[in-house]
């Protein structure tokens, strides 16, 4: 094997440090990485390798010949959101025709995953708890194609049945985008209304194509996401990370402390949930990586969604594990073998935002006072949301970080007096 392609579509900065390893890796031993992606710039401390930036309306087929086009004899889908999986596993289906094997998980079971409702149903089936709920099809509600008059109604019923707060997302869509709280029965309508025009000529006609959505009750708790990488007989389940509170109104998936870290009775009840959920993986043919959102309630995980795809937390699993998710990528497609298994934590990672523009200088004493994982520019569809940071510790370091970061503040004012408050609160728990 000389030449494996990546697959990207949002910039590869999230990816660092962990996707630079794996390509140094694979240049050590001969083999040449491709970066084949959609969004973002992309230098040689990005991405050490082959670089092709393709159009953002690229096609599977598209893709798949730009590839091919590069001699590349194996592919790897390391894309996110779910729109762009899906894209990937088009490609793969291309790809894996003409002989280049990529890794992706199918076509098909793909497009199950990236529907939320097809994916709650096969959660309930793999007897893992979900949110109870309903599913809204857009074109009978605006009354494209069969005339069904009961059926805002029947909806309304199924409200009442699950019972407020609710919140309504989109079947098709990812990163928190398209949520609507819907706290009361006028919510409800106010949601359904959008999808039909009053006109002034006297009678109502289909409106703007509104999306079909999953209508869901609230369950408030703690959201985590975890990553499971691997192939049917050997998957590895990285550790859960802490990514914010659930509650009625959608946040934005970056607003809170993200961490990883020792919580006794969450850790003991998660057993069982990784291996339904490695069971749910086993029985889709799931190749490559899965990336789970689930609340954290009462005692229990309840499952959000199951993401063909990386994750958002991705880095943050890989530091605190001392894993690499896209070393295993590259694994499996050199066709090597790759354990599975629960990833022990090694100890603490912890990600925050760091405001915008964070002097080099800073960063550099940053560096000097902790483990620094990354510390970059966060970049989402575009849009600059400041830098953001990951920093590492072993357990009994705890008192020794806060006051580090705390004498830092105190020199710099970084990190925030707010996220610092928080980083204290966690490791003096």
């Known amino acids: 094997m000389r030449k494996i392609a990546f ?3 949002v910039g590869i900065r999230r990816a660092d440090p962990y996707v630079q390893r794996a390509v140094r890796a694979l240049a050590a031993e001969g083999i040449e990485a491709g970066l084949f992606h959609t969004s973002g710039a992309a230098g040689d401390e990005d991405f050490p390798g082959h670089r092709q930036r393709l159009d953002r309306a690229v096609t599977p087929r598209e893709l798949a010949d730009a590839v091919a086009a590069w001699g590349a004899d194996a592919a790897v889908s390391i894309s996110l959101p779910c729109e762009n999986a899906l894209r990937d596993a088009a490609a793969k289906a291309f790809l894996d025709a003409e002989g280049i094997p990529t890794v992706m998980t199918p076509l098909e079971a793909t497009m199950l995953l990236v529907d939320k409702w097809e994916t709650k149903r096969l959660c309930e089936r793999a007897g893992l708890p979900v949110p109870e709920g309903f599913r809204v099809d857009s074109d009978l509600l605006a009354g494209r194609g ?18 407020y707060p609710l919140m309504a997302k989109p079947v098709w869509d990812s990163t928190s985008t398209g949520i609507r709280a819907l706290r009361s029965p006028a919510d409800l309508d106010a949601y359904l209304d959008a999808h ?4 002034t000529d006297a009678h109502l ?10 209508v869901e009750r609230v369950v408030e708790g703690d959201l985590c996401s975890v990553d499971i990488v691997g192939r049917p ?3 590895t389940v990285l550790p859960p990370c802490w990514t914010g509170r659930a509650g009625a109104e959608p946040v934005f998936t970056f607003a809170d402390l993200r ?7 969450a850790d003991a009840a998660f057993g069982e949930v990784a291996r339904r959920l490695v069971d749910l993986c086993e029985s889709l043919g799931v190749y490559g990586s899965v990336n789970v959102d689930m609340v954290h309630t009462d005692g229990r995980f309840v499952i959000l969604e199951v993401n063909p795809r990386i994750g958002g937390a991705t880095t ?27 990833a022990r934590r090694a100890g603490w990672a912890i990600e925050f935002l760091a405001g915008d523009g964070v002097p080099p200088e800073v960063v550099a004493e940053l560096r000097r006072s902790v483990s620094v994982v990354t510390a970059h520019e966060l970049v989402i569809d575009g849009a600059s949301h400041g830098d ?9 370091e705890e008192e020794r970080t806060v006051k580090a970061l705390t004498e830092l503040h105190e020199t710099t004012g970084f990190p925030a007096a707010g996220v610092l408050g928080k980083i204290s609160s966690l490791l003096n728990r």
């Not at 039909?196 to 006109?199: K, Q, S, Y």
């Not at 894993?323 to 090597?336: D, E, I, P, W, Y």
């Not at 953001?388 to 009994?396: D, F, P, Q, S, W």
């Open 259 to 265: 961490w990883c870290g020792p919580r006794e009775e």
């Open 388 to 396: 953001i940071v990951v920093i590492t510790l072993a357990e009994g």
């Open 316 to 342: 943050l699993s890989c530091a605190a594990s001392g894993t690499n998710t896209f070393t295993s990528l590259a694994r499996m497609a050199r066709g090597l073998p790759v354990t599975g298994g629960t």
């Open 205 to 214: 006609r289909p409106g703007p194509a509104a999306v079909s959505a999953v």
């Open 146 to 163: 069969l005339a069904v008059p009961g059926y805002r109604d029947a909806l309304r019923v199924r409200a009442e049945q699950t019972g």
């Open 7 to 9: 697959l990207r579509s």
């Open 233 to 235: 007989g050997a998957y």
């Open 196 to 199: 039909v025009d009053a006109r």
